[in-house]
């Protein structure tokens, strides 16, 4: 087997990866073999995505007034979807609290001040809510990374899942790319290691069944999938109102949204593009885009994603044949470097990062429901240590809501 991945790798031109090999035990060289065996080499393709846009127009969402006007029936039906077992719900949760001064999962970071309130809590105690409104248990998928497995599990573990039920938790790991230095040439972390970063937002559903979690889907004839981020405090998650406007509807997914503070607000917002949903980013957004507005005096790019997502499970499954489109980010990535025997941290970006984003996903939708929440109730992000979508704005929102801090 070794003498098939050093012909694939002479082939990509990456044979250094090998160079080492005999300077390491049995053990590493099983590591390191089979690691190149499994590893993604798509980033050497340059399936970068296309930056270049179609024709984009605005996508007007289910406001908070129509909702209010209607929320009886959403809800009705989306607990009757809950109920019937139709419903289960995906934590993201790969990241690590290294921007809030944490090197620790985020969802482990403590956002209490008089007294312990952990981000993970925060979510659970929000999924509970619907668990006591339907009386049924809903399936939560964690996704991790491979640096904050086992903290995250042990973590989860040691406080009883904050009240949630246990069977009903299932963690995967998030797949990894491998990274690529500005020479096109992958890099080792160190001599038995290839260099990989997680491969994004938008690979947690083919990272879930990769981790086998289709026949969990399959046997529990789960439908619909709602996707959600670690790093929303106030985040409602499988909201019986939202997937029972999404099921009316008769689209093919929904994106809850708030309505944006300012024309100038740096969140991506829903759009049209060539026809179909899709996401717009702020730096994307011309002048004449940002400054528009409607005859009602509303912005005609108005509703800005939270990342709270309800995806339809056969959708899922057609997408795993589809190969979403690869970002890429020039960062600062440490690496081996073999002339010093030593492990180098740079202080200025020395390579690409390569990932897969959620808002593709979007994209290759046929349709999908913008549903407005407030924003003071449901968006509540813990980004930064200061300023702005900080600990500190988190907290004032948290309590807004009436939640005990």
Known sequence: MKNVISEKLSLLNQAHLLK????????????????LENLDFSVLDENVADEKRGVIEPLFATTLEEIEKNKERYREAGEAAIKAGKVGAVLLAGGQGSRLGFDKPKGMFDIGETKNLYIFECLINNLLDVVKQTGSWIPLFIMTSVQNDKDTRTFLEEHNYFGYSSDNVMFFVQEQLPTV????????????VVSTAPNGNGGWYASMIKSGMFKIL?????????VFAVDNVLQRIADPCF?????????????KVV?????????????????????VEYYEMTDEMRYSREADGKLSYNYGVILNYLFKIDNLNKLLNEK??????????SYYDETIDAIVTPEEPNAYKYETLVLDMVKLQDS????????????????NKTGVDSVDTARELLKLNGIEL
Request: proline share 3%; aromatic share 4%.
């Open 324 to 333: 979403l489109p690869l970002h890429k980010a020039f960062k600062k990535v």
């Open 368 to 383: 999908c429901l913008a549903y407005e929440v407030e924003r003071s109730k449901e968006f509540a992000p813990v980004k």
């Open 218 to 226: 399959k046997d529990n004839k789960i439908e619909w999938l709602n």
């Open 259 to 279: 309505a944006k503070a300012d024309a100038d607000e740096r969140v991506g917002v829903m759009c049209l593009e060539d026809g179909r949903p899709s996401i």
């Open 20 to 35: 080492h090999i005999k300077e390491l035990g049995d053990n590493e060289q099983k590591k390191l073999i089979n690691q």
């Open 243 to 255: 997937i029972g406007a999404v099921i009316e509807s008769g689209m093919e997914s929904g994106s």
């Open 181 to 192: 230095d500005t020479n096109g040439r992958l890099m080792l972390a160190d001599k038995g």
